[in-house]
């Protein structure tokens, strides 16, 4: 077996698809030969080219060159057949996925991912590795998707509790909000709680020139600055448009590291990413002048690798961004939790009640009234997207345990079928 179980003389060499994701400061096509045997060289000192073009786009490895997760080798183990991709594109129609900077090709789904009611958020997203099997004259097939290290997800909009990821395998997430009319203190607040996925918040406000020849655009800039330092949220104040500016998120994007910008349409996410990536590869476009709000330029997520050696996903801005129920309230807001516990009464509403720390720090001047109605309308809706998320799970649970007992049924009439 290969390194990546795909032997380099059956491996048909995938054509570039576009040049969204092209890196100039790379030969089109690394060279195939030179896989090692696993057994011939345990421990390869020099990482085989295919290898280090993962390696590249963020593939985790170890130093027998094989990946880190152990389930991932196992999956690898399991599809000796397949070699990994990683997905950058998600159309309606198909994913483009890349094993390599400069090397993207359109692949199948799995066939049970186009289910209808299979869930959205179990197919794979921008940002998931999976498995690819090459098949003669047919575009490859995606065979398995690996499990994710980390999900950024939503509650999807719609009547049904469905969840949607946003992005996988992300290791920063960029909260984006711009400095001007649209900023909004609360939003920042909402993505904080949705985005912690086991990747690391930043956040990065944008349009530091508009602001500082506009200071009433965003008045509760310094306000929000000081909360996030108090939660210990990196935050940058940057000109997305200036290269020197931008420079300093230089340490969230370090060779193969994996990034994910969110926030509002207009905040500036493709106009930082063009800047990181040296060139215009991004459509943007002006918000409107009355509220700064965007026009929802980008349409698609995308990941694009960097110079720097990270990669970096554009995603479109979110109309909505709804709770899965999974968050955690208590971390994001810590200081309330801290305020509550030392109410006179332990089931302090924060009301009317006597005693209250929470309404008293408010009077006080040290909470921001704002923040606690925030606080207390993001617990409403996580509750509410906990308790569905926990009917789905029961009614999924009782869905297999009358599936058994029908077959049961159909094994002991007709014997095993
Ligand atoms: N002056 C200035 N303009 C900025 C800055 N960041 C973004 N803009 C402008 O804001 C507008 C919107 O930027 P985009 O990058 O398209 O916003 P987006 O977040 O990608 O928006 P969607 O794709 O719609 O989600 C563009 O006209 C940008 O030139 C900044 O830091 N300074
Ligand atoms: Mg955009
Ligand atoms: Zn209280």
């Given amino acids: ?7 380099a003389a059956r491996r048909p060499r995938p054509r570039a698809r576009n040049a969204a994701v092209a890196r100039p400061d790379r030969a089109r096509d690394a060279p195939v030969a030179g896989l090692e045997s696993r057994h011939a060289h345990p421990r390869p000192r020099r990482l085989n080219p295919e290898v280090a073009a993962l390696q590249a786009i963020g593939w985790p490895v170890a130093a027998d060159g094989l990946p880190e997760p152990a389930a991932w080798r196992e999956a690898l183990a399991r599809h000796p057949q397949a070699r990994p991709a990683r997905v950058v ?16 090709f359109g692949v199948e789904s799995l066939p049970e991912w186009q289910r209808p009611r299979f869930p ?16 003669a004259h047919h575009k490859p097939q995606i065979v398995a998707l690996l499990p994710r290290r980390t999900s950024i997800k939503r509650g999807a909009a719609g ?33 904080l709680l949705l985005v912690r996925g086991g990747a690391e918040p930043v956040v990065v406000l944008t349009k530091a020139d508009l602001a500082a020849a506009d200071p009433t655009a965003a008045p509760e800039a310094d306000a929000t600055r000081a909360m996030l330092a108090e939660q210990g949220v990196a935050v940058y104040t940057v000109n997305a448009k200036d290269p020197a500016s931008v420079a300093q998120l230089a340490a969230w994007l370090k060779p193969g590291r994996t990034a994910v910008l969110v926030g509002s349409s207009g905040a500036g996410k493709s106009t930082l990413t063009n800047t990181l990536l040296g060139e215009a590869r991004m459509k943007t476009s002006a918000v ?5 709000r965007g026009r929802h330029t980008t349409t698609y997520r995308a990941l694009l690798p960097l110079p720097s050696g990270a990669c970096l996903i554009d995603t479109p801005g979110m109309r909505e961004l709804k709770p899965t129920g999974e968050e955690d309230v208590a971390e994001n807001f810590a ?7 030392q109410c006179k009464f332990r089931d302090c ?11 008293a720090a408010m009077a006080a001047g ?21 308790n569905r998320l926990a009917n789905r799970r029961a009614q999924k649970a009782e869905e297999k345990v009358l599936g058994k007992a029908i077959n049961k049924r159909l094994d002991d009439k007709y014997g095993h079928h």
Wanted: charged share 25%; proline share 4%; aromatic share 6%.
């Fill in 159 to 191: 009547e049904h509790y469905r969840q949607q990821l946003i992005a996988a395998n992300v290791d920063t997430v960029f909260v984006v909000c711009g400095l001007d009319l649209d900023f909004n203190p609360r939003r920042i607040e909402r993505y």
């Fill in 366 to 386: 040290t909470l921001d009234p704002q923040r606690f109605a925030n606080y207390l309308k993001l617990s409403g809706e996580v509750a509410g997207a906990a």
């Fill in 349 to 359: 509403r924060h009301g009317k009640e006597p005693g209250c720390e929470v309404q």
């Fill in 335 to 341: 200081d309330i939790e801290a305020l509550a516990v």
């Fill in 1 to 7: 077996m290969t390194v990546l179980g795909l032997s």
């Fill in 120 to 135: 959205p958020e179990q197919r794979a997203g921008v940002g998931d590795w999976v498995l690819i099997e090459d098949l």
């Fill in 89 to 104: 594109e998600q159309h309606r129609s198909g994913y483009v996925v890349a094993d390599g900077p400069e090397r993207t």
């Fill in 288 to 292: 409107r002048a009355h509220d700064s």
